[in-house]
């Protein structure tokens, strides 16, 4: 077993864990920063290191475009091209080819001719985003891309699909996504060696639906994943939807398998989907929040580049101990921003992420103590 259940909250479904990998062991819950293109943007592996980083998530779409995995393979794998020895995980870029290919002019339905990809069984054609150059990605290629990444949690291509959508195609897409899955898993197996045997995840599929849902991940379970996602959610349903899928997916998923949440979100969706029982998660927020000048706090968030700051000489967060925190005021981080100094976007991305992951410290001593529902009232106003 990957993860060991080191303690389970007593009045919710929160759990506290380690996740064995290749390159460390990892604290659940835990945020994995997101370095699609093998770089968490503005921060360099150091800065990702000081502010407690386990765990980062790259994206093999945009890898196998740009620099190409021939380049990564011959610097000795993305550790070493990117500076990074603690654990990665690679998503298979099924998101991204959705979204990606169809900027928000272009009706997002696949199998149009308006459409800059097309699913087949077989696999997924798509273009570029970079050049309009055409690629075909199937199950196979994408595990073998992972594995000559030498990623550490590896996922397989899943189709993800738009919301809403009906129930038919969304059952046609659940259908794909388990098959390919039985394909990346015997890839998997085929392929790992002991010296490296990345763990592989399987994606709970099927849109809103909670009968597919719970479908998806009962035929996942029999192909025995070493951790399961839920994936597809954070596309348009409301918060609701997204917590009733999600509750009433986990109890369907093994207790020793890690539960990763993909793509989400602020400070309070961590603290609720913990609750419900998740162990994983990943987000752009803190970095993207970050370079529109945009600070979380323990009071909530700020918008620091806007004129209340001019004179504001505290510090963003005044508990707060990162880099950005100890030397600069709000008053000298709006200015950089006002001037279009880099270092500005800089700070408050490296300041958000320090957040996030001490959020994460935060939220795993509440379940160790039993206390995660008294965190939730304490954000449960959080902006």
């Known amino acids: 077993m990957s993860l060991t259940v080191l303690h389970e909250d007593k009045n919710s479904k929160a759990r506290l864990g380690t996740l064995k990998t290749a390159h460390g062991e ?3 819950p835990c945020f994995m920063p997101v370095g699609t293109q093998a770089s968490v943007k503005m921060l360099s592996t150091r800065d990702l290191e000081d502010c407690g980083a386990e765990i980062i998530l790259a994206n093999a779409y945009h890898l196998a475009l740009r620099p190409g995995i021939e380049i990564i393979k011959a610097a000795g794998g993305l550790h070493k091209f990117m ?9 298979s870029g099924g998101y991204q080819i959705f979204s990606m290919s169809n900027p928000p002019s272009k009706p997002k339905v ?22 309009g150059s055409k690629h075909f990605f199937t199950p196979e290629s994408v595990l073998e891309i992972q594995l000559a990444l030498g990623s550490d949690i590896i996922m397989p291509l899943d189709e993800c699909v738009e919301y809403p959508v009906t129930k038919i195609y969304a059952q046609v897409a659940m259908e794909r996504t388990i098959n390919w899955a039985k394909r990346s898993k015997l890839v998997h197996s085929q392929r790992s060696t002991m010296d490296h045997r990345p763990l592989l995840f399987g994606i709970v599929q099927g849109a809103t639906y ?3 849902r719970k479908e998806c991940a009962k035929r996942l379970i029999d192909l025995e994943f070493d951790g399961y996602a839920l994936g597809g959610l954070s596309v348009g349903e409301s918060e609701d939807l997204r917590y009733n899928i999600a509750s009433a997916v986990i109890p369907e998923l093994p207790p020793s398998s890690a539960r990763y949440l993909m793509g989400m979100g602020k400070p309070q969706d961590l603290i609720e989907a913990v609750i419900l029982g998740l162990d994983m998660f990943d987000c752009i927020i803190p970095t993207r929040y970050g370079r529109n000048g945009s600070a979380f706090t323990r009071e909530g968030k700020i918008i620091v580049r806007d004129s209340p700051y001019v004179k504001d000489f505290k510090p963003l967060d005044e508990s707060c101990n ?3 925190c100890q030397r600069y005021s709000r008053a000298y981080i709006r200015h950089l921003f006002n001037t279009n100094e880099l270092l500005g976007l800089y700070l408050v991305s490296l300041h958000n992420v320090h957040f996030y992951l001490r959020l994460m410290e935060e939220i795993r ?19």
């Open 26 to 28: 990892i604290q659940t």
């Open 83 to 91: 500076g990074w020895d603690k654990a990665i995980l690679t998503d």
């Open 210 to 212: 909670e009968d597919l």
């Open 110 to 131: 696949a199998n149009k001719k308006t459409s800059l990809y097309k699913i087949t069984d077989e696999g997924v054609q798509f273009k570029s985003h970079l050049d």
């Open 322 to 324: 990162c880099l950005a």
């Open 365 to 383: 001593q509440a379940v160790n103590g039993n206390s995660i529902l008294e965190l939730k009232k304490k954000y449960a106003n959080y902006n």
